[in-house]
């Protein structure tokens, strides 16, 4: 004689325990991943007190029952609570809505599975009948913790199920109103990028992300604007399903032509580098005296000057600037080494690291690769037994990186610098050269600027070449010389046409003297398995009939005798002087790529003033930066 049983999801002999976790006392619980519950259970037999959950980026606890993330700080340190249960209370929450609800309460846990048990000898035996299990179905059970409740054998038709009431109910055991029916384990349930991330191999590229300004106010309860975290999420998870889909359709073409299935790809991680808090802390002098100055008037507007300008303004200067650059710096090293420390073998198996700053997060990570390279150049200098015969001297980064300005030696002027103005030379650099950095949404190319980098790349030039004109031919080519300042890896400037915080920076490596209209306009991002978008293609197309047109134009308009007729001419067909061919460009600084700046696809149909309210905020969504991600990470 069997019976059929409801809410039972687990009908093992000994069930697994389901891990859940909340952020506070009034949330709901919820399950983690099924990797991390099956983790957690081995941790838990073999004794040990904590485990490592979520791919390595959190430490479970079982003495404090918390659970902490291994390589990023949460405002105000916040801890996710952490809990494990068999069996479940069903409750309802809406119309035809419920959750589950765990019992934490061990006692009453041992009592619900040894009813549970019984009644399922009693169900399942031959040795049983139908009045043994009646008996059992009219007697209730008190709980031990929860004293107010009973549990009881509810049988509705041919099923069997779990009960509670409350002891006063009796009710209950004839008509299910008044009693909650109870689940031994959890319902089936999927977590986002859970399946993606454990079929893929193991992490073989490590990407440290350094936030932007603002972070203060986008990481706020109060404010409905994902932070910076929630953004590296969405990345990493994005990434992992892009990656799994393409091994997947690889492993379909295989089977298809009969050939080995190929390996998964290796992950890439992906982690947070915060820093505003050390400008934004209940501690800072500078901070708190700015909060008693600010007027009480129109307060959500003042948020934006005191947490989001305020970071520029701050990092200005040289102490913020120096602490700053110091904090990343560290964390960095911190989280390079306790990666290595979970993941043991990600140098030995040839594992790589790079850099990813997002609008102030891109200028810092310029200035740390610029005291990695400034620390390199004095290493190599002082190994150099011919300093005076060496071009490493020529094109040191000691021509421009200077705490300050300083007087030229030759020229009697003042020199600019490209890397940070701190008070002293710093000694600490990350521990590792970045095989790339992406700068998204970067105001670089005004900070450049203003620190006066364009004459010192200029001059970088003037040294490695003292001789090159402005414009040479190579290979049929005419090639404009760039600079050669070069920083460690390739650098990419990254950016939406309509972000108004993004600046170029290919401009002030080319000569000043270099007409406008020989800078051609940047290069699309265009990720090897998506290509260029057909829209932004025609547009393409159509740009070049229409100058080639127009060059047509002004030839005729030019062979005219009487130049009061060109310029009148001119004037109206709205046509260019003369239909300029872009010159070939090789920067230095783009490494791997001949250039530095690159603009993302833009939709079919965009207004750039619309668009620019959520450019700067939106490269994490973006699938073709996602993609060109994985291209560069992977590219051996």
């Known amino acids: 004689m069997t019976s059929c049983w409801e809410g039972i999801n687990d009908a093992s002999s000994d069930p697994a325990r389901v891990w859940l976790t909340r952020w506070r006392d009034d949330d709901p619980w919820k399950p983690l991943r099924k990797c991390d519950c099956c983790a957690l259970n081995k941790s838990k037999s073999e004794g040990s007190g904590q485990g490592i959950i979520e791919g390595g980026r959190a430490t479970a606890d079982f003495e404090t029952n918390t659970i902490e993330y291994n390589f990023y700080n949460l405002p105000n340190n916040t801890q996710r609570q952490l809990t494990s249960a068999i069996w479940f209370q069903k409750e309802h929450i809406g119309k035809n809505k419920f959750q589950l609800t765990p019992i934490l309460s061990l006692p009453d846990e041992f009592i619900m599975e040894g009813l549970y048990n019984t009644a399922l000898t009693a169900a399942s035996s031959s040795v049983y009948n139908d009045d043994d299990l009646n008996a059992l179905v009219l007697e209730v059970t008190p709980l031990k913790d929860e004293q107010t409740h009973n549990i009881y054998i509810a049988k509705t038709g041919g ?7 409350l002891r006063r109910n009796f009710m209950s055991l004839l008509s299910l109103e008044g009693s909650m029916e109870l689940h031994r384990g959890y319902l089936d349930y999927s977590i986002d990028g859970e399946e993606e991330e454990v079929a893929l191999g193991p992490v073989n590229h490590l990407i440290f992300l350094i936030h932007g300004v603002g972070e203060a106010v986008w990481s706020r ?8 975290a929630e953004d590296v999420h969405y990345a990493r998870t994005s990434v992992n399903k892009k990656m799994y889909t393409g091994w997947k359709q690889e492993c379909d073409k295989a089977t298809r032509e009969g050939q080995e299935l190929p390996s998964p790809p290796n992950r890439i991680e992906f982690m947070p580098i915060q820093w505003s808090d050390q400008i934004h802390s209940t501690s800072s002098t500078v901070k708190n005296t700015l909060m ?29 600037c120096e602490k700053v650059l110091t904090t990343v710096t560290e964390r960095i090293c911190h989280v390079y080494d306790k990666f290595q420390s979970i993941h043991d073998g990600f140098i030995t198996q040839g594992g790589t690291c790079s850099l990813v700053g997002h609008s102030l997060g891109s200028v810092i990570a310029w200035d740390i690769l610029s005291i990695l390279q400034d620390n390199m150049d004095a290493n190599t200098l002082e190994a150099t037994t011919s300093i005076q015969d060496s071009s490493l001297l020529r094109l040191s980064s000691f021509d421009g990186y200077q705490a300050f300005a300083n007087d030229d030696a030759e020229g ?29 949404g970067s105001p670089l190319g005004m900070f450049l600027t203003l620190r006066g980098a364009l004459p010192v790349f200029d001059n970088m030039r003037l040294k490695s070449s003292p001789t090159s004109s402005v414009i040479e031919t190579i290979g049929g080519e005419e090639v404009s010389p760039s600079s050669p300042f070069s920083l460690p890896g390739s650098v990419y400037n ?13 401009p002030l490596l080319l000569p000043p003297e270099t007409d406008q209209g020989d800078i051609p306009p940047p290069p699309f991002l265009v990720p090897e398995k998506r290509g260029m978008r057909f829209h932004v293609k025609a547009k393409e197309i159509g740009d070049n009939v229409f100058n080639a047109f127009s060059g047509i134009i002004q030839n005729s308009i030019e062979k005219i005798p009487d130049s009061s007729a ?18 070939v460009h090789n920067f230095a600084l783009g490494g791997e790529s001949t250039r530095v700046d690159f603009q993302l696809q833009g939709a079919v149909v965009e207004n750039e003033y619309l668009s620019a309210v959520s450019a700067h905020t939106s490269y994490f969504y973006n699938d073709d930066l ?6 560069c990470a992977h590219t051996t």
Not at 221 to 228: A, Q
Not at 294 to 303: A, Q
Not at 566 to 583: A, C, F, I
Not at 626 to 631: D, M, N, S
């Open 566 to 583: 060109q310029n009148m001419l001119s004037k109206r067909l709205l046509v260019p002087k003369k239909n300029k061919k872009y010159l």
């Open 221 to 228: 309860e109060n404010v409905n604007i994902p932070d910076f």
């Open 292 to 320: 008693s100055t600010t007027l009480p008037s129109i307060p959500k507007l003042r948020v934006v000057a005191n947490d989001v300008v305020f970071d520029v303004l701050m990092y200005q200067t040289p102490e913020f």
């Open 494 to 506: 990254i950016f939406h046409g309509s972000d108004p915080v993004a600046y170029r920076i290919e």
């Open 412 to 440: 009697g002027g003042k020199t600019g610098t490209w890397g940070p103005s701190l008070t002293k030379k710093m000694s600490m650099v990350i521990p590792f050269t970045p095989k790339f950095t992406f700068l998204l």
């Open 626 to 631: 996602l993609e060109y991600i994985i291209q």
């Open 159 to 165: 099923s069997l199920s779990v009960r509670k009431c």
